[in-house]
């Protein structure tokens, strides 16, 4: 995690996410995915112009409720909060500028 939330727990309760008031883009997917790793760089690019945006990767699969309380089927999801509140949300992000126009939310 990076940015300026508070320490949360390796995996955060939906509780936890909720209680975030700092703009926060929440990223689900697994260090294996070749999706997710093809958009580190690009996750990365368009963070580098938002250090007040925290950014809390959070490992998903079956069973684990966080990623089942946003209804995250494919990986990477990004969910971008404002206040612990959803205002945008990318599936396999293909590009720098979408995730660039969704950060612009918060």
Same mark, same amino acid.
């Given at each position: 995690? +990076? &940015?300026?939330?508070? #320490? $949360?727990?390796? =995996?955060?309760? !939906? #509780?936890?996410?909720?209680?975030? !008031?700092?703009?926060?883009? %929440?990223?689900?997917?697994?260090?294996? /995915?070749?999706? /997710?790793?093809?958009?580190?760089?690009?996750?990365? &690019?368009?963070?580098?112009?938002?250090?007040?945006?925290?950014? @809390?990767?959070?490992?998903? &699969?079956? &069973?684990?409720? $966080?990623? !089942? +309380?946003?209804?995250?089927?494919?990986?990477?999801?990004?969910?971008?909060?404002?206040?612990?509140?959803?205002? #945008?949300?990318?599936?396999?992000?293909? +590009? =720098? +500028?979408? @995730? !660039? =126009? #969704?950060?612009? %939310?918060?």
């Amino acid at each position: 995690m +990076s &940015g300026p939330n508070p #320490a $949360l727990p390796a =995996e955060p309760t !939906r #509780a936890d996410v909720d209680a975030l !008031r700092a703009p926060t883009l %929440l990223e689900f997917g697994t260090d294996w /995915c070749p999706h /997710c790793q093809a958009a580190q760089p690009l996750i990365k &690019g368009a963070l580098a112009a938002h250090p007040q945006v925290g950014h @809390i990767k959070v490992e998903d &699969g079956k &069973g684990r409720p $966080l990623g !089942r +309380s946003y209804t995250v089927k494919l990986w990477p999801t990004l969910i971008f909060l404002r206040e612990g509140q959803e205002v #945008a949300r990318l599936v396999r992000p293909q +590009s =720098e +500028s979408a @995730i !660039r =126009e #969704a950060l612009a %939310l918060l």
